[in-house]
């Protein structure tokens, strides 16, 4: 008889047949740095997860580094915002402040990624600049990304992660960077990016001022087709890697896109994700444990060659333990 049972009856079986395994160069981790504090801010909605102060930040980069991440993606959270977010091309904003401290703190030991998006330095919390009608206007919104993507560069950023979803947003940073003589640069297009219940703590983190909702440039969820044309959009554009996000309620997208890219397929397990999990072991109803590593490991089963969680210190510990 046929009995697949035979590779599941030891722990050191089970080990030995495994399809899948985490490394901590696979995980990379979110970090939130605002402006203006002396010491790190828990945000309410996500437990253990904490707005950065300068200070916060270096100490989690160092521990980062030593863990063996892949790398951080940095967010800045600034004091005052505007219609255009002028706060994102700043040398001195805060987010690019936190890149050149992040970079001068890892060293070589990991990748410094910045959030290449408006949201959390415009005043109405969209994604790019709006048009008079209020609508988020595409093309004046790609020449704001080309800006930000020159002063991310010029502060060491590593790799700029594309997050807004305006079209041809790949593009458009692509040859302003070849035209500044920043070719070397990698870029990760946030290409199947949905419009997404999921990212309701995130906004809380970087004190979103939101009005209305990212329908109109965001990927609607019920769409799978779009996601892998989306994933294509940006292959095309020459993205060096491309992003799916959320991760969990989204891995038949992600596994389209591993099955037919031809540069790394990342996913991102939002900030609703985390905190559902949070929030369900700390009434006891899962091992919390048990539920964090086996949704990253779902994720990496689906194709996500590295996946962005606010678990990624803390899985890492595990698995050097």
Same mark, same amino acid.
């Given at each position: 008889?046929?009995?697949?049972?035979?590779?599941?009856?030891?722990?050191?079986?089970?080990?030995?047949?495994?399809?899948?395994?985490?490394?901590? +160069?696979?995980?990379?981790?979110?970090?939130?740095?605002?402006?203006?504090?002396?010491?790190?801010?828990?945000?309410?909605?996500?437990?253990?997860?904490? *707005?950065?102060?300068?200070?916060?930040?270096?100490?989690?980069?160092?521990?980062?580094?030593?863990?063996?991440?892949?790398?951080?993606?940095?967010?800045?959270?600034?004091?005052?915002?505007?219609?255009?977010?002028?706060?994102?091309? @700043?040398?001195?904003?805060?987010?690019?402040?936190?890149?050149?401290?992040?970079?001068?703190?890892?060293?070589? =030991?990991?990748?410094? *990624?910045?959030?290449?998006?408006?949201?959390?330095?415009?005043?109405?919390?969209?994604?790019?600049? %709006?048009?008079?009608?209020?609508?988020?206007?595409?093309?004046?919104?790609?020449?704001?990304?080309?800006?930000?993507?020159?002063?991310?560069?010029?502060?060491?950023?590593?790799?700029?992660?594309?997050?807004?979803?305006?079209?041809? *947003?790949?593009?458009?940073?692509?040859?302003?960077?070849?035209?500044? =003589?920043?070719?070397?640069?990698?870029?990760?297009?946030?290409?199947?990016?949905?419009?997404?219940?999921?990212?309701?703590?995130?906004?809380?983190?970087?004190?979103?001022? %939101?009005?209305?909702?990212?329908?109109?440039? *965001?990927?609607?969820?019920?769409?799978?087709?779009?996601?892998?044309?989306?994933?294509?959009?940006?292959?095309?554009?020459?993205?060096?890697?491309?992003?799916?996000?959320?991760?969990?309620?989204? %891995?038949?997208?992600?596994? @389209?896109?591993?099955?037919?890219?031809?540069?790394?397929?990342?996913?991102?397990?939002?900030?609703?994700?985390?905190?559902?999990?949070?929030? =369900?072991?700390?009434?006891?109803?899962?091992?919390?444990?048990?539920?964090?590593?086996?949704?990253?490991?779902?994720?990496?089963?689906?194709?996500?060659? +590295?996946?962005?969680?606010?678990?990624?210190?803390?899985?890492?510990?595990?698995?050097?333990?």
């Amino acid at each position: 008889m046929i009995r697949p049972r035979r590779l599941r009856a030891t722990p050191a079986m089970r080990r030995l047949v495994r399809e899948t395994r985490l490394h901590p +160069a696979e995980l990379i981790l979110p970090i939130f740095v605002r402006e203006g504090i002396q010491e790190p801010l828990p945000i309410a909605s996500m437990p253990g997860v904490v *707005q950065h102060s300068l200070d916060s930040m270096r100490r989690a980069i160092a521990e980062a580094a030593e863990l063996g991440l892949g790398g951080v993606m940095l967010f800045g959270v600034p004091e005052i915002k505007d219609a255009i977010g002028s706060g994102a091309t @700043d040398a001195n904003g805060i987010l690019n402040v936190a890149t050149r401290a992040a970079v001068a703190e890892a060293g070589d =030991a990991l990748v410094v *990624q910045t959030d290449l998006c408006l949201d959390e330095f415009t005043d109405h919390g969209h994604c790019g600049v %709006l048009d008079a009608a209020g609508r988020v206007d595409n093309d004046a919104s790609l020449v704001r990304y080309r800006d930000m993507a020159l002063a991310q560069v010029a502060a060491g950023s590593q790799l700029l992660g594309l997050s807004g979803m305006m079209d041809g *947003q790949v593009a458009a940073v692509r040859d302003a960077l070849d035209a500044a =003589a920043h070719p070397e640069t990698p870029l990760l297009g946030y290409a199947a990016k949905y419009a997404s219940a999921f990212y309701g703590p995130f906004r809380d983190a970087v004190q979103s001022s %939101l009005e209305g909702d990212r329908r109109t440039y *965001q990927v609607d969820p019920a769409n799978r087709r779009e996601g892998a044309r989306e994933v294509w959009l940006d292959v095309e554009e020459g993205a060096d890697i491309v992003m799916v996000k959320p991760a969990m309620s989204y %891995l038949d997208v992600l596994a @389209d896109a591993a099955a037919d890219s031809p540069v790394p397929v990342w996913a991102y397990q939002v900030s609703g994700e985390y905190s559902m999990i949070e929030a =369900a072991a700390a009434n006891g109803w899962i091992d919390r444990r048990r539920a964090i590593e086996e949704s990253v490991v779902s994720i990496r089963r689906a194709g996500a060659d +590295a996946v962005l969680t606010y678990f990624a210190a803390e899985v890492a510990r595990w698995i050097r333990s």
